[in-house]
């Protein structure tokens, strides 16, 4: 026969075996936990764990990786089932308040500000996955994905892989200036996962000046901004159109955007951006492919279109929602000339050796600046040695016993930046060599012979013959 006792933090099993006490160690088992979702039935409440269980849930803005950087870990029931909702920032199970949001992320001290619906508000386009993880007597399983919600708008459109064939959504807007933005096409490729589906939603002015947010977690970051907060130079970029690409899985290769453009329009270009959140900047949508053909001009149909991959720059091709920005980028984009900041005018002595030079410059726009000698030609040897070393040193040695004004022209050059013309600057450096009075040398000659020794410090006597 046999009998079964508890000991804290362990299942203990005492029975007839030889070796005295068995020590049973049970994972809780996942599989029964029910998940409730909009549209559908509530748990049966007479179904019970067979053990005393600690539910758990977490949301998470990732499939993996991110858990819960949405809402963390936050105990829901205790040998319980039901619905967990969260509304009002609180969160519930069966309509009974739980906690309030703003104090359920570690750390928090518990806030005496009333919670708020603006505690917990997802911007349209983002997916969020919820985990779930138990634990009893024993130990902890989990967290596992048990599911996903993608917040949609008004407007958005979807259009689902039945097959793994590639899937097409248009967008039509209009500019309130000239330009038409009608007719922007997203053609996702072919071997998607079947039933995967691609939301598109135009985004409003009330959805971009809206502010998410999840209180209840330190690590939320909103994958959507406002480019007039983000875009600091109205110069550069004009707001035309913004809107969010959702993918709940990757592809196997890249999608493409394909919207019109105006070939007669000499001062800008329609160029398509998108948001990194992770980075918190805009970003070339042309550039996350690395490929010669990102971008495809279309004179005969006056379209542009641009291969998209990774946006967040952490998977090969895209896997999460993003915001692109349709802006029309000038083509005469503003951009200074770096200057040199370090003295031109230099000055050493005749014969004195090496003139060491350290090239400082600046760039108003923060660019990187690249430092060559300009229009230099190598110099011989009897008028000196000059180069440029690593760190941007400028090394001059004049021939010997030379003195003068020497001129060094130095190229100033930005480095690259796509879609924007790097800028250069040539500037010149006026280095005085001054003479310097030479100590006199003795010689002396006989019938066209050097009679002095290599040594002219050596003594030699002179006889004087009268």
């Not at 829901?76 to 969160?91: E, K, P």
């Not at 760190?391 to 690259?416: M, R």
């Amino acid at each position: 026969m046999h009998a079964k006792c508890y000991v804290t933090g362990y299942k203990w099993a005492i029975g007839t075996t030889p070796g005295g006490v068995l020590a049973i160690l049970e994972n809780p088992a996942l599989d029964d936990i029910g998940v409730q979702m909009n549209g559908t039935e509530e748990l049966d409440p007479d179904t019970r764990p067979v053990t005393s269980r600690k539910s758990n849930i977490s949301i998470g803005s990732q499939k993996e990786g991110r858990c819960c950087d949405i809402l963390p870990r936050t105990l829901v029931a205790t040998n319980m089932s039901g619905v967990v909702s969260i509304r009002n920032g609180c969160l519930y199970i069966n309509d009974e308040k739980l906690i309030d949001l703003r104090n359920s992320h570690p750390g928090a001290n518990g806030s005496d500000t009333a919670a708020s619906p603006s505690d917990f508000q997802m911007a349209p386009g983002s997916e969020l996955f919820l985990y779930v993880d138990a634990c009893n007597e024993a130990r902890c399983t989990g967290p596992e994905m048990k599911g996903s919600v993608l917040i949609v708008g008004d407007h958005s459109e979807q259009a689902v892989s039945r097959n793994g064939s590639s899937v097409q959504l248009a967008l039509s807007t209009a500019r309130r200036q000239k330009r038409s933005t009608s007719n922007i096409v997203i053609n996702t490729p072919n071997g998607m996962a079947v039933g995967q589906t691609v939301v598109l939603t135009p985004l409003t002015h009330a959805d971009l000046n809206a502010t998410y947010d999840s209180v209840a977690s330190t690590d939320f970051v909103s994958y959507l901004t406002n480019p007039e907060d983000t875009v600091h130079s109205v110069d550069t970029v004009d707001r035309i159109l913004a809107h969010s690409i959702c993918g709940a899985s990757g592809n196997a290769r890249p999608f493409t955007v394909t919207y019109p453009y105006d070939p007669s329009d000499s001062d800008s270009v329609l160029t398509l951006l998108h948001w990194n959140p992770d980075l918190q900047k805009w970003q070339q949508s042309a550039d996350t492919c690395n490929k010669t053909d990102s971008i495809v001009i279309d004179e005969a149909s006056q379209t542009i279109t641009v291969k998209v991959c990774s946006t967040y720059g952490t998977s090969t091709y895209f896997v999460k929602q993003t915001q692109f920005l349709l802006s029309a980028v000038s083509k005469n984009i503003s951009n200074s000339e770096p200057v040199l900041t370090s003295s031109t005018n230099l000055t050493m002595k005749e014969d004195e050796g090496t003139f060491l030079y350290k090239v400082q410059t600046s760039d108003e726009d923060g660019d990187t600046v690249i430092v060559q000698l300009h229009d230099v030609e190598p110099l011989s040897p009897d008028q000196g040695e000059l180069l440029l070393a690593q760190g941007n040193l400028v090394l001059f040695t004049p021939c010997a016993d030379c003195s003068g004004t020497y001129l060094i022209q130095l190229l100033l050059k930005e480095s690259p930046v796509t879609g924007i013309l790097p800028a250069t600057a040539t500037t010149t450096l006026t280095v005085d060599v001054t003479a310097v009075n030479d100590a006199p040398v003795a010689f002396t000659f006989h019938n066209g012979k050097d009679l002095m020794p290599p040594d002219h410090w050596q003594r030699m006597r002179v006889a004087w013959a009268l």
